[in-house]
């Protein structure tokens, strides 16, 4: 999905950082330093999240992907999504 050009165009995220991010930006340093001092905490901080996602989704594997766990989520999803489905349909507006 990230080779995809333009794909993060809609996204809100990125709007509000565009122009949030140079606005913050320390005035008396070079633009580039400034946005790399704004931007770098981000981005540590985010892969730090996904690197203890993804550990702690890896040491939950095996549970995960029992026949018992797997027909819990299903059945958890489904009641979800038809909760949602009839919240929608009867919601006036």
């Known amino acids: ?15 509000v950082h565009t122009g949030l ?6 005035p008396r340093l070079p633009a580039a330093w400034s946005l790399t001092l704004l931007v770098l905490p981000h981005a540590v901080l ?5 690197g203890t996602y993804v550990f702690l989704l890896s040491r939950a ?4 992907e029992t026949p018992r766990t797997r027909r819990a989520l299903g059945l958890i999803t489904g009641v979800a999504l038809i909760g949602l489905g009839l919240a929608l349909a009867t919601a006036s507006g």
Request: proline share 13%; glycine share 4%.
């Open 21 to 26: 991010l140079p606005a913050l930006a320390p």
């Open 61 to 64: 594997r095996r549970v995960l």
């Open 46 to 50: 985010s892969r730090a999240w996904l």
């Open 1 to 15: 999905m990230a080779d995809r050009p333009g794909h993060n165009v809609l996204n809100p995220k990125i709007i």
